[in-house]
C-alpha cells in the first residue's frame, strides 16, 4: 500500500473511479432523464481530478509549479461551476 501512495497509483485509481461515476450518472440521466446533466457534472468533475492531479503531483515529489498547475487547474473548474450555479 505504501507504493500506491508513493507512486500516485492510488490517485490514477481514484480518477478511473470517478470517470466510472461520471460515466454511470451519464447514463442514468440519459435513460431516466433524471439527475445532473452532463454540462452540469463536468465541472465538478473537472475540478475534482484537477485536486487529485495536484495531489497526485506533490505524492511523487514534482516540483511546486506544476503542483500549482493543477490547483489552478481546478480553481478555473470550481470558478466555471460557481458560474453555471449562480447564472
Same mark, same amino acid.
Given at each position: 500500500?505504501?507504493?500506491?501512495?508513493?507512486?500516485?497509483?492510488?490517485?490514477?485509481?481514484?480518477?478511473?473511479?470517478?470517470?466510472?461515476?461520471?460515466?454511470? %450518472?451519464? =447514463?442514468?440521466? &440519459?435513460?431516466?432523464?433524471? *439527475?445532473?446533466?452532463?454540462?452540469? !457534472?463536468?465541472?465538478? $468533475? #473537472?475540478? @475534482?481530478?484537477? %485536486?487529485? =492531479?495536484?495531489? &497526485?503531483?506533490?505524492?511523487? *515529489?514534482?516540483?511546486?509549479?506544476? !503542483?500549482?498547475?493543477? $490547483? #489552478?487547474? @481546478?480553481?478555473?473548474?470550481? =470558478?466555471?461551476?460557481?458560474?453555471?450555479?449562480?447564472?
Amino acid at each position: 500500500m505504501t507504493e500506491a501512495f508513493a507512486s500516485g497509483r492510488i490517485i490514477d485509481v481514484i480518477i478511473l473511479l470517478m470517470w466510472l461515476e461520471a460515466a454511470l %450518472l451519464w =447514463l442514468w440521466h &440519459r435513460r431516466t432523464g433524471k *439527475g445532473l446533466a452532463p454540462r452540469v !457534472i463536468l465541472p465538478i $468533475l #473537472l475540478s @475534482g481530478m484537477a %485536486l487529485m =492531479l495536484a495531489v &497526485r503531483a506533490a505524492l511523487v *515529489g514534482a516540483d511546486w509549479p506544476s !503542483i500549482a498547475f493543477w $490547483l #489552478l487547474c @481546478g480553481l478555473f473548474a470550481h =470558478l466555471l461551476d460557481l458560474r453555471q450555479r449562480l447564472s
